[in-house]
């Protein structure tokens, strides 16, 4: 049996259900109620435990999935009865007080703490942070300030797109060119379809610059 949040599912999970379902052959997992992180660790999930339960019932390693107790996290080891209690390297468990829970109950589980995969790169707590400050980045829309960027941003711009125009007119052999200096019609139409792509394409790559730059430095506080 495993508990745990596991509000993110990353390959750091995936190691310790696989190092976990070795200890037996069949992987029970509990799902932290949002209440009791809430209360313990007082910190916010980009998942609710619905969402969270139905994630982990979907891998195929894992065999059962269950939410735990709201009153007592302790009383779901009651309930299952689980030959295994298998404990990640980094989870906030008093094993001493999880013993004496075990043998107050008359329950024979035996307690293994897994080992870690790659705690620099898969740790829910930095994932998390990652996800959430994305999440805040992409939220802040305001088309405003879109529109406000330093001259070196909007003359790569400018450059990119004449340069764009060129390469276009060139692989056409400027037959659209040609066909719009023979008819008034078509220099006009051909103004302000430019003038309105430019406008799209602008606000597309402004957009863009500033979600690229907001990301760049959330990964590298």
Request: proline share 2%; with cysteine.
């Amino acid at each position: 049996m495993v508990a745990g949040t596991f509000d993110i599912i990353h390959k750091g999970h995936l190691n310790f259900f696989a190092q976990a379902k070795k200890q037996g052959n069949w992987l029970i997992a509990i799902i932290a109620r949002d209440d009791t992180i809430l209360k313990e660790k007082k910190k916010s999930l980009v998942h609710t435990e619905q969402e969270r339960i139905q994630h982990v019932q979907e891998l195929k390693i894992v065999d059962e999935a269950h939410l735990g107790n709201k009153s007592d996290k302790l009383k779901i080891i009651q309930t299952i009865q689980p030959d295994v209690i298998a404990l990640g390297y980094d989870q906030s468990i008093n094993v001493k007080a999880l013993q004496a829970h075990l043998q107050k109950h008359n329950l024979t589980a035996k307690i293994v703490i897994m080992q870690p995969f790659h705690p620099e790169v898969y740790k829910s707590s930095k994932l998390r942070h990652i996800s959430t400050k994305t999440q805040e980045a992409t939220s802040s829309f305001d088309a405003k300030k879109f529109f406000i960027h330093p001259k070196k941003t909007l003359f790569l711009f400018l450059i990119s797109y004449i340069f764009l125009l060129i390469v276009i007119g060139w692989i056409t052999e400027s037959i659209f060119i040609r066909s719009c200096l023979q008819c008034p019609v078509n220099i006009i139409t051909t103004i302000i379809f430019h003038t309105g792509t430019l406008g799209i394409v602008y606000f597309l790559f402004s957009w863009a610059v500033h979600i690229w730059k907001k990301i760049i430095k959330i990964l590298l506080q």
